[in-house]
């Protein structure tokens, strides 16, 4: 029987009316093969209506997974205690023979294929299915992806319609011409406080041949959120055969002097602070996650894959975050999840206001000073609680840069993690591939609340993308470095570190301190400054970053201060070097050469350096020299 015709079986009318009117045989054959084998009680198919965004925004509620909070348009949902990351270890990706590609998690696809299969077959028993179409990027664009996304969760749904385009109009103008993106996710069986029950049958399997990606047994939206993490995988391959990238990276427009634009992307490890960052005062956030970055005429440009944001809410106090601080108490759609809900109000960790010492949040009834089973005492809400809300609703949103369908020019480009010792608050690279390969290829960061697991553990995450790697890393590092090669005017890069500390652990920096490095990248994107040359990059001077504080943040910037900041910490440089070419040594296959020249380059520097003035080098003696 063909594809429609059983459609036209499975579907009532009114829903196989609007699957109908998409030509695009190629999708009505994988609807039919899944509504048959989910088996759902009920179909539910979104077009790009208000009525139905509202439906599933209803559906939400009525099946329990979301409650109302006081606020209008606010809701709460819960993922189960033991489901609040992303679970790396039972995310993998499909490749035929289960070829072992270091530091990827990969499976053998028939064999995966059937294991989720067996796990998926009959899941939506007594449960509505919700059919979605969203697009990638910016709609009708150089940068669009169509994604079709196939639900038992009204709240991974509504979750979409925030944080994505409505990609049903796009289905129907494309038509045949669709290359899309597919996913499968069913929440599996649901306790009484309507979280995934199974967690031992949780998987996320990543089928690279078929473009499809399959989630069960989980709800956190790391692992079901098909156009976030789940495509990024997919489009990081995409990237990579067709020779541009696809990053985890924010999107944002710094201010220069005279109403100059100039936009960054920046790339640091989950909850490492991309949002934060974009959401700084005096600046203007395009994307806090995910950046797609064409070739275009020999010009880098970026764009945001989203529209919206799935924030980290920890910490957001209304000194260092005023912008989000508003924006979460303003009557404008939000999901909050895992935070704490009392009287019908959200409360999460480190808010900077006081907190009630009961009320409910991702581990139930709670009160101050429950453990859980681990002997583990719960705080009020769980470190990677998170807020969902569109862009369009924040004041600071650059909405043309947002929808613009040639994206923006890229000015520069961030790279950062946690390091507690080793680089500089801010530098800039020598050129592109000076920056590819000691910045964004050798980056490593303290693991987070992000994943399940150990935090806090220093780990190498190349472009803070390696959770999400999809191809092997040689492949991945050369296309970056090919990437520099097709530009007329590659962008500068730089590379922060927000999080060093001091012998007694105490953090070097400030919150808003990013907002000072960013003016001076804009300056130096432009020459508008000079800066200190040193054996890892450029660094600012004292008194082009003392002008910045008093300007930006109003505040008096200290010799002392820039002189603890800045040190070049030549021992902690040269251990770094030996951890990060190890790696590509000894576990990575197909290097470029040149990334190992590089490298050696940066280490004879470095040796030099530390014979002349010693281990640890002021900035002032460097810029005397
Ligand atoms: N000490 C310190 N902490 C910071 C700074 N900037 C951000 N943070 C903290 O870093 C955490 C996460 O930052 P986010 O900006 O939400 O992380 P993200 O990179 O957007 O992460 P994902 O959404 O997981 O990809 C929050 O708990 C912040 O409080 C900083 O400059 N210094
Ligand atoms: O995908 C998620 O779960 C949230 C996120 O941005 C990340 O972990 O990097
Ligand atoms: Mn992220």
Not at 113 to 134: A, Q, S
Not at 276 to 283: G, H, K, Q
Not at 566 to 575: C, D, G, N, Q, S
């Amino acid at each position: 029987m063909d594809a429609l015709e059983k459609l036209r079986e499975l579907l009532p009318e009114e829903q196989f009316e609007k699957v109908k009117a998409i030509d695009n045989p190629e999708l009505h054959a994988f609807l039919a093969e899944w509504i048959e084998w989910l088996e759902p009680s009920k179909v539910f198919v979104c077009t790009d209506s208000e009525e139905d965004e509202q439906y599933v925004r209803w559906k939400a509620l009525y099946y329990g997974e979301e409650k109302m909070l006081e606020t209008p348009n606010h809701t709460v949902h819960y993922d189960n205690y033991y489901d609040q990351a992303r679970d790396k270890a039972n995310t993998k990706l499909l490749v035929p023979g289960g070829k072992e590609i270091p530091f990827l998690n990969t499976k053998d696809r028939d064999e995966g294929l059937k294991e989720i299969r067996e796990l998926m077959k009959g899941v939506m028993k007594g449960k509505e299915l919700f059919i979605c179409f969203f697009v990638l990027g910016p709609k009708n664009s150089i940068f669009t992806i169509p994604a079709v996304q196939l639900t038992d969760s009204a709240y991974v749904a509504h979750s979409e319609f925030i944080l994505y385009r409505k990609g049903y109009e796009e289905f129907k103008r494309l038509g045949r011409n669709a290359k899309f993106f597919r996913f499968v996710h069913s929440a599996g069986e649901l306790d009484e406080r309507k979280t995934s029950k199974n967690l031992d049958k949780r998987r996320i399997y990543i089928d690279l041949v078929d473009d499809t990606v399959y989630s069960v047994n989980t709800q956190y939206g790391g692992n079901t959120i098909g156009l976030k993490k789940l495509a990024f995988r997919l489009t990081i391959q995409k990237a990579v055969k067709e020779g541009w990238l696809s990053e985890h990276m924010f999107l944002m427009r710094v201010n220069g002097p005279n109403g100059r634009k100039t936009y960054f992307t920046g790339a640091y490890p989950s909850m490492c602070g991309k949002t934060s960052t974009a959401m700084i005062p005096w600046e203007n956030i395009v994307g806090d996650d995910l950046t797609f970055i064409l070739p275009v005429n020999g010009v880098a440009r970026g764009a945001n894959v989203e529209k919206g944001v799935f924030g980290i809410i920890q910490g957001v106090n209304p000194e260092d975050d005023p912008i989000i601080w508003k924006v979460l108490h303003s009557p404008v759609e939000i999901i909050f999840s895992n935070v704490l809900v009392k009287d019908g109000k959200p409360y999460w960790n480190e808010m900077g206001v006081e907190i009630p010492e009961e009320g409910e949040n991702h581990s139930g009834k709670w009160w101050k000073g429950k453990k859980d089973k681990e002997g583990n005492e719960i705080p009020p809400s769980h470190k990677n609680a998170r807020f969902t809300v569109s862009l369009e609703h924040f004041p600071n949103v650059d909405l043309e840069a947002l929808e613009n369908p040639c994206g923006v020019e890229v000015g520069g480009m961030i790279f950062g993690g946690r390091d507690k010792d080793t680089w500089p608050p801010v530098r800039e690279a020598f050129d592109w591939k000076h920056g590819v390969i000691t910045m964004g290829a050798s980056l490593e960061s303290e693991t987070t609340a992000a994943t399940l697991g150990k935090e806090g553990v220093r780990a190498f995450n190349p472009m803070a993308i390696l959770d999400f790697m999809s191809v092997p890393l040689g492949e991945y590092i050369e296309n970056y470095l090919r990437f520099g090669e097709k530009l007329r005017k590659a962008p500068k890069i730089f590379a922060v570190n927000y999080f060093l500390r001091d012998e007694n652990g105490n953090w070097l920096n400030h919150k808003l301190d990013k907002a000072v490095w960013l003016k001076w990248m804009e300056l130096r994107v432009h020459g508008d400054v000079d800066a200190i040359e040193t054996p890892i990059g450029y660094i600012p001077k004292y008194e082009d970053l003392a002008r910045l504080f008093k300007e930006v943040l109003n505040k008096d910037y200290s010799r002392e201060a820039y002189e603890k900041q800045f040190t070049i910490r030549v021992p902690e440089l040269l251990a770094k070097i030996e951890r990060i070419e190890k790696i590509y040594r000894e576990k990575v296959k197909e290097v470029p050469e040149e990334l190992f020249r590089v490298l050696e380059e940066e280490r004879k520097r470095l040796l030099e350096a530390r014979e002349k003035y010693g281990d640890y080098i002021s900035p002032f003696v460097l810029e005397r020299a």
